[in-house]
Every structure is written in structure tokens, then in C-alpha cells.
Nanobody, 123 residues
Framework: VQLQASGGGLVQAGGSLRLSCAAS????????VGWFRQAPGKTREAVSC????????HYVDSVKGRAIIYRVNVNNTAFLQMNSLKPEDTAVYYC?????????????????WGQGTLVTVSS
């Protein structure tokens, strides 16, 4: 039972990346998925969440208009498309599951934390 985040890399400012969160050992379709990031020397920050059906979505203000979260339940995978990347987006990005996605999505509990994927945005 685990999540695996992937898709990170080195990109120039203004570029795009699509991060993937693949679940194994359990049906991701029954759970909300949250994306988090942790920049060097900073605390972990909730970036976005998506409800089990995909209808409920929230974003942190700093990525609104630049990020798109979506999921493909038949593939047991969720995605975070990041566009117009900025150097301040540089961080390790993680995904995790939650029972629901609401306005309180930043709050625990989140489960099934996977290994993160590093996003580095150069200026």
C-alpha cells in the first residue's frame, strides 16, 4: 500500500511539469488526494487537493491559475499539472490521501504518504 510521486525535474522559469501520483495496493478512487511541497529550509505546504470523484478541488493561492489537479481513477493515478513555473516553486512534491477534500484540506490527517519528487525551477 503506497503512493509514488514522479514527474519532477529541472525546468526553466515559465516552463511546465506534470507530476503523477500512482497508487498501488489500494483503490485510489475511494479517497481524496492532496499534493504538498517542501522547499529547502521551509515547512511542508499543502498545494492542492482533489476529491474522490474529482468534483471538489482546492488550490493554495500561490498556485491558483497555474496548477491543475486531476485524476484518472481507472489508472489509480492523480496528477498535478504545474504551468508558468517560478523559482519559488522549487521543492520536493509529495502526494498523500485523505478521506475528503474541503476548504480545510490543509489539515491532517493525511495517509499513505509516498516518496516525493523534486521540482527545481531555474531563473
Amino acid at each position: 500500500v503506497q503512493l509514488q510521486a514522479s514527474g519532477g525535474g529541472l525546468v526553466q522559469a515559465g516552463g511546465s511539469l506534470r507530476l503523477s501520483c500512482a497508487a498501488s495496493g489500494f483503490p485510489l478512487a475511494e479517497l481524496a488526494v492532496g499534493w504538498f511541497r517542501q522547499a529547502p529550509g521551509k515547512t511542508r505546504e499543502a498545494v492542492s487537493c482533489i476529491g474522490a470523484s474529482g468534483r471538489k478541488i482546492h488550490y493554495v493561492d500561490s498556485v491558483k491559475g497555474r496548477a491543475i489537479i486531476y485524476r484518472v481513477n481507472v489508472n489509480n493515478t492523480a496528477f498535478l499539472q504545474m504551468n508558468s513555473l517560478k523559482p519559488e516553486d522549487t521543492a520536493v512534491y509529495y502526494c498523500a490521501t485523505r478521506s475528503g477534500c474541503s476548504a480545510s484540506y490543509r489539515a491532517p490527517p493525511y495517509n499513505n504518504w509516498g516518496q516525493g519528487t523534486l521540482v527545481t525551477v531555474s531563473s
